[in-house]
């Protein structure tokens, strides 16, 4: 079975494949910051452990030659070495190690008769703390990024379409799966269709804003409870006239965005998903989620959270359809 193309996955990602850049490296290179932030964890660990081994080694390197240039490794009893007990380059790597994790000299340490060493060893600590800045800094701007408290935030595998308060509306439902309160959330939707201008020129990709709303309001003051965002399908909707028979035909992908403020941080995070038509079901709502627990607290059932029914209390959207047909023709 051929693959169905998206543009977002059902989890947020992109599936936009970027092919043909001319100097994508040198590009990666030149935002060298957040090449290193977004590297996978274990390129991460990688770069971390072999920045400092690879300093400790060079360093150690450069001791052992400067030490080498000046005749410290012959015997001589009344020749000053520029680095004290240092006699092979294991030793001059040990040096640049303690030298560089300022664990302390002890045994081995610099003489004041050689400045070539004693430049390097200022050398090897400004430098070194420079790569141990940025490098521990990728790591902690890393784990702080709002991307994985957004990973908390759950969207339902399918969107509905029934009546709320005698309007068309399509359905999502969100929930937070923290405690930690998610405020100032809006939630926005995009709908990519292919699309042919006026000139005959087809674009694969065409974006129309969508409206989501809770109750009355476009901004819910902050998420707590599994909540049911809704767009209204009336004559300003670029879905307006859509039917059961015309979604099962429809090319589009909705793509969904929810912006919101971590409280704890204040830093700002967005989760994403998509729908495709086959994964809107016409003419059913969600399953009640909420109920009632001791203590006089609200409890969310999160077995209801994906599940679906066919609408009850109301004629079905199909039936209404063809009623309103049948009324027509006989006026």
């Known amino acids: 079975m051929e ?18 850049v001319e100097g994508m490296a040198k590009l990666f290179l030149h935002d060298l ?25 060079v360093f150690g390197l450069v001791f052992y030659l400067i030490g080498l240039r000046n005749g410290d490794f012959a015997p001589s009893s009344n020749h000053t070495p520029c680095v004290m007990n240092v006699g092979s380059l294991t030793g001059a790597y040990l040096f640049s190690l303690e030298t560089q994790s ?41 784990l702080a990024r709002p991307k994985k408290r957004a990973g ?76 049911t965002f809704c767009h209204i399908l009336d004559e300003r909707s670029p879905l307006t006239g859509l039917t059961a028979d015309d979604l ?15 409280e704890s941080t204040a830093a700002t995070c967005q989760s994403r998903t998509s729908y495709l038509p086959q994964e809107i079901l016409w003419d059913h709502e969600f399953i009640p989620i909420l109920s009632d627990c001791k203590a006089g607290k609200l409890a969310a059932n999160f077995s209801f959270f994906e599940k679906v029914q066919a609408c009850r209390n109301q004629p079905s959207l199909h039936r209404e359809k063809l009623q309103l047909e049948q009324e027509y023709r006989r006026e």
């Not at 910051?33 to 080694?57: E, G, H, N, P």
């Not at 002890?106 to 790569?131: D, K, N, Y």
Request: hydrophobic residues 45%; aromatic residues 10%; contains cysteine.
């Open 102 to 142: 300022t664990i302390g000299y002890g045994f081995r340490h610099i003489s004041e008769e050689c400045p070539l060493a004693i430049g390097t060893l200022v050398l090897q600590l400004v430098l070194t703390g420079l790569a141990e800045i940025f490098v521990t800094g990728a790591f902690l701007a890393k």
């Open 248 to 262: 099962a035909k429809r090319e589009f992908e909705l793509l969904l965005s929810l912006n919101a403020t971590v």
């Open 33 to 57: 910051w957040t090449t290193v932030v977004d590297m996978k964890w274990r390129y991460k660990i990688t770069l971390f452990a072999s920045t400092f081994v690879t300093t400790w080694f």
């Open 152 to 227: 908390s935030i759950r969207f339902s595998r399918c969107a509905v379409v029934c009546r709320r308060d005698g309007r068309l509306c399509l359905m999502v439902r969100v929930a937070n799966l923290r405690k930690s309160l998610l405020i100032q959330c809006q939630l926005s939707g995009k709908l990519v269709s292919p699309y042919i201008t006026k000139e005959g020129q087809k674009s694969l990709v065409h974006q129309t804003s969508l409206d989501f709303h809770l109750d009355s309001s476009a901004e819910c003051p902050f998420l707590l409870l599994p909540l």
């Open 3 to 20: 693959p169905v193309r998206r543009m977002v996955s059902k989890d947020g990602h992109s599936n936009v494949k970027i092919d043909n």
